[in-house]
């Protein structure tokens, strides 16, 4: 069973795997975190995968309203604590790019 967060409108999944320095991988709309599997596989010994569903995504709830960008940062922003922004590193496609540049 993958953790969950809570926000103030829906309930959002993601997965975290692996040990090291962590690595937020983002899915491209409109699939879920099983998008990076082999990706994962190969790099879970060296880095701690943090494998969100975004909202609207896989697993995890629509809430309130459409899914927008901010709305996918402000997802993600729950998803990883402070003490672990300062020091992620992101792979993403398009779509977690542009969540990326929101998210500020």
Known sequence: ???TIRTSDAQLFYEV???????VLLHP????HNFW????????NRYRL???DLSAHGASELGEGPATMQKLADDLARICPK????????????TGCCTKVRQG
């Open 1 to 3: 069973m993958m953790p």
């Open 17 to 23: 795997i692996g040990f090291g320095a962590s690595v």
């Open 29 to 32: 709309f409109p699939l879920n």
């Open 37 to 44: 599997a082999a990706v994962a596989g190969q790099v879970s």
């Open 50 to 52: 943090i494998l969100p």
């Open 83 to 94: 003490r672990q922004r300062a020091r992620r590193r992101d792979c993403r496609p398009r």
